[in-house]
């Protein structure tokens, strides 16, 4: 089946920084990749969706100048949570699907954010 | 979205059959079933979707009932590695929204 990856899988950093996170189809090109978060305990929350090419759609209550967003490439997406706060701690999940099928959603194996 | 109703939590013994039931009343005609499940700590995996009709594949079946307000996700024979969190969700559009799930422990 279709394989996405994330990079990296654990990242700690300092309030006030930034971080970035990669998103990768490894066999397959994504025209549309999804993020997601979750925290503890709870269901994924759709954060956005990302077009190659195009400017992302963000779910309502996301800030997009702080989550930026951008999917430069068909099987590239990427994260950056800017200026960082112990609050967007959590899991950050992306998700891929294939063109011909747009029934199946592959998703990474997820990035645990720490910021201290 | 449609959306749906799924127990909290079920308990399954290795090797028997897990049923995991899923209301979604206010689902309309152009939306499909989907289920997908989440291992701890990981993404979550694609299972299965129908839209009307009964699907099977290698991990499991999916029966809708006829007025589609309701659909039941059969692993016909669970093990442990079958531990996971269940979602089933009703989407007609591109993104899938999460609700809780329903946690699904298999005993030895």
């Known amino acids: 089946g279709a394989v996405v990856s994330q990079h990296p899988s654990r990242v700690i950093c300092k309030s006030g920084t930034s971080v970035k996170i990669e998103c990768r189809s490894l066999?397959?090109?994504?025209?549309?990749m999804f993020w997601y978060r979750q925290f503890p305990k709870q269901s994924l929350m759709l954060m956005a969706t990302s077009n190659e090419g195009s400017k992302a759609t963000y779910e309502q209550g996301v800030e997009k100048d702080k989550f930026l967003i951008n999917h430069a490439s068909l099987t590239l997406s990427t994260l950056t949570v800017t200026s960082a706060h112990p609050e967007d701690s959590s899991f950050y999940i992306c998700?891929?699907?294939?063109?011909?099928?747009?029934?199946?959603?592959?998703f990474g194996p997820g990035t645990r954010l720490t910021v201290t | 979205d449609a959306k749906t109703t799924q127990p909290t939590s079920m308990d399954c013994a290795e090797g028997r059959a897990a049923n995991l039931p899923c209301n979604h009343s206010t689902i309309s005609g152009n939306e499909y079933v989907y289920w997908y499940r989440q291992i701890h700590s990981q993404g979550p995996q694609y299972i299965i979707h129908?839209?009307?009709n009964n699907e099977t594949n290698e991990m499991a079946s999916l029966i809708i009932t006829e007025d589609r307000k309701s659909s039941t996700l059969i692993l016909p024979h669970a093990t442990l590695r079958d531990t996971a969190v269940y979602y089933c969700?009703?989407?007609?559009?591109?993104?899938?929204?999460f609700g809780k799930g329903t946690s699904l422990l298999v005993t030895p």
């Open positions: 129908g839209l009307k």
């Open positions: 066999d397959f090109q994504a025209t549309t």
């Open positions: 998700s891929a699907r294939l063109p011909s099928l747009r029934y199946e959603q592959y």
């Open positions: 969700i009703v989407e007609s559009g591109y993104a899938l929204n």
